[in-house]
């Protein structure tokens, strides 16, 4: 069972279950009865583990469901840790993002 979580700057923090059910909890919207796969993972991580191991550890129980909405779930959580790899903490706005595409030509 995880007790401790290394974030992504490096810092080591205790597992906290609660902030890790909500992050599941908003990824499923309701659809999917996610506790018992989110155990199943909680048992099969080693006591000290990063969080990105544990942001993929969800992403494939969920896709082990072989249900559409394993899969979407799934998928939002593959989308938030995408998107965490791409801009970190500094996650561009809709306007930044398009002023990006003109500027590199692949948008007028």
């Not at 974030?7 to 923090?13: D, H, I, L, T, V």
């Not at 942001?55 to 840790?81: C, D, H, P």
């Not at 003109?102 to 007028?108: Q, S, T, V, Y």
């Amino acid at each position: 069972m995880i007790q401790i979580v290394i974030k992504r700057s490096g810092e080591e923090e205790p597992f906290q279950n609660l902030k890790s059910a909500k992050w599941n909890e908003w990824a499923a919207e309701n659809k999917v009865q996610w506790v018992p796969v989110y155990e199943k993972i909680l048992k099969t991580l080693p006591e000290k583990c990063t969080s990105r191991e544990l942001q993929i550890a969800y992403v494939t129980g969920f896709l082990e469901l072989k249900t559409w909405e394993g899969n979407i779930m799934a998928g939002r959580l593959y989308a938030s840790l995408v998107s965490k790899d791409f801009y970190g903490n500094n996650k561009p706005t809709v306007a930044e993002l398009h002023a990006k595409m003109r500027e590199l030509g692949f948008m007028r």
